[in-house]
Every structure is written in C-alpha cells, then in structure tokens.
Nanobody, 124 residues
C-alpha cells in the first residue's frame, strides 16, 4: 500500500501562485511515477502533470503548459506542483497519484493509489 497526502491548497487571486506538495509513504518503491490530477466542479477528473522516478520525464496537460511545473525530491518522498499565473479555470480539487508505469501517463487508470485531494480556489 502507498499513502499519499497532499498539502498546499488554498484561495489565491488570479495571476497568483501556489505550490502543492504530495508526501508519499508506505511501499512506494514499485510506484515511482507520480501524477497530479484535478476535478473541477461539474467536470470529469483530468490529468494535470506527471513525472517519472528520475524526474527526467515529465508530461503536462496543454492547459497548464508554461504555467505549472512538476518536480520531486525522492529523498523526501515528495512531489511538488508549482502553479503560476493561476486562472479561475484552475479552480478544482487537486489529487496526486502513484503509478507503477515507467512513464508519466495521462491515463488515470494507470495510477493505483490516490490522495484525498486539496482544494485550490482561484478568485477572479
């Protein structure tokens, strides 16, 4: 089992920044690829960003490219999502997830473990 705990969400004005963190614990060694997803009110859950174990592979949704950056500190078992130039459409619950895949896939079905989520609200 892998436990994931997100933090860093909150209320921010449009154009502002937030950094989300996801701390992993448990049997993480088989689930090294990490991803961030989000679910906005009334919408389906969608992929935001993903990162491989080494950090050498990253993947972003088109809607966040150039504004969001995913990174990780393996020594701390923590993955981050730096979000800049936030927009009202970024308002959502953000989830981190762990996958056994070697690549940061956009398919949520490839992610076996999920955190509880953290709310991000962007006011316009």
């Amino acid at each position: 089992q892998v436990q994931l705990v997100e933090s860093g969400g909150g209320l921010v004005q449009a154009g502002g920044s937030l950094r989300l963190a996801c701390a992993a614990s448990g049997r993480t060694f088989n689930y090294n690829t990490m991803g961030w997803f989000r679910r906005a009110p009334g919408k389906e859950r969608e992929f935001v960003a993903g990162i491989s174990w080494s950090g050498g592979l990253t993947n972003y949704a088109d809607s966040v490219k150039g504004r969001f950056t995913i990174s990780r500190e393996n020594a701390k078992n923590t993955v981050y999502l730096q979000m800049n130039d936030l927009k009202s459409e970024d308002t959502a619950v953000y989830f981190c997830a762990a996958s056994a895949s070697s690549r940061p896939t956009t398919d949520s079905r490839a992610y076996a473990f999920w955190g509880q989520g953290t709310q991000v609200t962007v006011s316009s």
